[in-house]
């Protein structure tokens, strides 16, 4: 798989020049991931540095050209490699070296329309903003080659194609005004629904598996900041409720935006970041932090178990992203969703790095500043769980993020399960995440669930397990609770500690159906 931009800079490593470790920031798509070891001096920050110092980096002395196709497949070695993405042409010459994926990934895409392979592993990025000193120019536009008289065929849906589409309307009382929306889809849930509502601009898009319908608009008048939102889930159909501000008849529900009423593949619709306000920061270890953050008034965003968002921050003056997994703000002990868990805040589990730019930033952050978080993403679905009879977590340091939830919902929402074991490998005693809320979950359910703790750097008076992740440590924690059991098993954690895991527990006999590795 193709890694157009830097996969490990963008999604995995604080600082690109130590390779620092993808601990927990998975993005929970199933890629070959490659290291190449950088030279000194070639981080984001060197990188960041190098697009400001004024250098010329397209070789064009400032000059924006129209780029045929010919043109770009003449540039297609590493001395001289120009990309396509979206229309626009970047030389990505000057970037080689700063690339943790490898030279050999980028010249995949050399002298093509990499936009496809981009878009597999890198769509949320602001690419704009990485490569703006790099751009060459436009492509040219292909001219439609028809026959002499023959107009170009139109693309028509086909009538069941149309019948499946969702749809909206809207009504209006004195004082409110409701959009309903008519999904066509069985089983639609709150977590599937994402409204943002600031300064007469409404967003709502309905996630439905790998597609999206967006009702985007500038609203005829003002509303209030409250949000309602309503399902009918066994029909589909999702009510959005304003409240107007000024008892009105409104002519029509305001101006459409770019992208209202389409029903599109989620790849190819950005994503949408808002700003989230910092309440809280609480140590969980000597290098891990609770991050809380609230969302503002009207907007409804719940991130489904097993996803993860993005995190968006500008760091000198370039746009950096990063992937987290939200958590719980504890391990609830009577398996209901706590109190505080009311689809206002949401909590990530981060390791702050020393030398890691993206983290440093964010310990930085101060209480009420505020920073862009994305949609949910992932293609993590509860259905896994809730057909397995044996649910098998291995987690390696935190990577035990996306386990917060899975253990939540497990034991509080599916009775099949026999069993739920919790692997958790880390380096020392003081590096376990939560330990006393893990073996309070596990006396308070013992008939059901277990928690093994697995040190590599365990101190002389530690009496547990040590090692690191094995073949002979995972035949005997990893077992079926009945020959012919279901199972699933799920691991998270950084990118050697995942793709080990996932050929020892192959060579064991699990097939790949049975394993789900959240991996960046």
């Keep these: 798989m193709l890694y157009v931009l830097d996969l490990y800079l963008w999604r995995g490593f604080e600082n690109t020049c130590c390779l620092e470790t993808l601990l927990g920031k998975q993005t929970w798509t199933k890629v070959a991931l490659r290291n190449v070891p950088l030279k000194p001096g070639r981080s984001l920050m060197d990188w960041i540095r190098l697009t400001k110092s004024g250098k010329d980096l397209t070789g064009l002395k400032g000059r924006l050209i129209e780029v045929t196709e010919d043109e770009l497949s003449k540039h297609n070695k590493k001395e001289d490699c120009w990309i396509c993405i979206r229309g626009f042409v970047y030389n990505v010459t000057p970037y080689m070296e700063y690339h943790p994926g490898g030279e050999d990934e980028l010249m995949k895409a050399a002298g093509t329309d990499g936009t496809d392979l981009f878009d597999q592993v890198h769509r949320w990025v602001n690419y704009e903003s990485m490569l703006k000193e790099c751009l060459v120019g436009r492509m040219a536009v292909k001219p439609i080659a028809a026959l002499k008289g023959v107009l170009p065929e139109k693309r028509v849906l086909a009538s069941s194609a149309k019948d499946l589409s969702p749809s909206y309307d809207w009504f209006q009382t004195d004082s409110l005004i409701t959009i309903v929306i008519y999904t066509k889809q069985k089983d639609m849930n709150a977590d599937l629904v994402i409204v943002d509502c600031q300064d007469k601009q409404l967003r709502v898009e309905i996630i439905m598996d790998d597609h999206s319908y967006l009702v985007e608009v500038d609203l005829d008048h003002a509303v209030s900041e409250d949000v309602a939102v309503n399902i009918a889930e066994k029909v589909g159909k999702v009510e959005i409720i304003l409240n107007k501000k000024d008892n009105i008849q409104w002519k029509m529900l305001g101006q459409p935006r770019e992208g209202h009423n389409t029903f599109i593949k989620r790849t190819d619709?950005?994503?949408?970041?808002?700003?989230?306000?910092?309440?809280?920061?609480?140590?969980?270890?000597?290098?891990?932090?609770?991050?809380?953050?609230?969302?503002?008034?009207?907007?409804?965003?719940?991130?489904?178990?097993?996803?993860?968002?993005?995190?968006?921050?500008?760091?000198?003056?370039?746009?950096?992203?990063?992937?987290?997994?939200?958590?719980l703000p504890f391990l609830p002990l009577d398996f209901q969703e706590p109190p505080c868990h009311d689809g206002v805040h949401l909590y990530l589990m981060i390791k702050i790095y020393s030398h890691g730019l993206f983290t440093q930033a964010l310990d930085h952050l101060q209480i009420g500043d505020c920073i862009s978080v994305s949609n949910p993403e992932?293609?993590?679905?509860?259905?896994?769980?809730?057909?397995?009879?044996?649910?098998?977590?291995?987690?390696?340091?935190?990577?035990?993020?996306?386990?917060?939830?899975?253990?939540?919902?497990?034991?509080?929402?599916?009775?099949?399960?026999?069993?739920?074991?919790?692997?958790?490998?880390?380096?020392?005693?003081?590096?376990?995440?939560?330990?006393?809320?893990?073996?309070?979950?596990?006396?308070?359910?013992?008939?059901?669930?277990?928690?093994?703790?697995?040190?590599?750097?365990?101190?002389?008076?530690?009496?547990?397990?040590?090692?690191?992740?094995?073949?002979?440590?995972?035949?005997?924690?990893?077992?079926?609770?009945?020959?012919?059991?279901?199972?699933?098993?799920?691991?998270?954690?950084?990118?050697?500690?995942?793709?080990q895991g996932v050929q020892y527990l192959k060579d064991l006999g699990y097939s790949q159906e049975e394993i789900h590795a959240f991996t960046a």
């Excluded at 008034?297 to 992203?321: C, D, F, N, S």
């Excluded at 009879?389 to 099949?416: H, I, Q, R």
Aim: positive net charge; glycine residues 6%; hydrophobic residues 35%.
């Design 269 to 327: 619709r950005g994503l949408f970041y808002r700003k989230c306000k910092l309440v809280s920061k609480t140590e969980v270890t000597h290098d891990t932090k609770l991050f809380c953050l609230m969302l503002p008034k009207g907007t409804h965003l719940r991130v489904p178990t097993g996803q993860h968002i993005y995190l968006k921050h500008i760091i000198a003056g370039t746009e950096v992203v990063k992937p987290y997994t939200p958590v």
């Design 378 to 499: 992932g293609n993590f679905k509860k259905s896994q769980v809730q057909t397995s009879e044996d649910l098998l977590l291995l987690a390696g340091g935190t990577g035990f993020t996306p386990m917060v939830k899975l253990l939540n919902f497990a034991l509080t929402e599916v009775s099949c399960l026999r069993t739920v074991k919790l692997i958790f490998f880390n380096k020392t005693e003081d590096d376990i995440l939560w330990r006393n809320q893990l073996e309070q979950l596990a006396l308070k359910d013992e008939s059901r669930f277990e928690v093994q703790f697995i040190l590599s750097q365990p101190s002389e008076d530690w009496v547990g397990k040590q090692g690191k992740i094995s073949p002979s440590l995972l035949s005997e924690f990893v077992k079926r609770s009945r020959r012919d059991s279901k199972v699933l098993i799920c691991i998270c954690g950084p990118t050697p500690f995942t793709e």
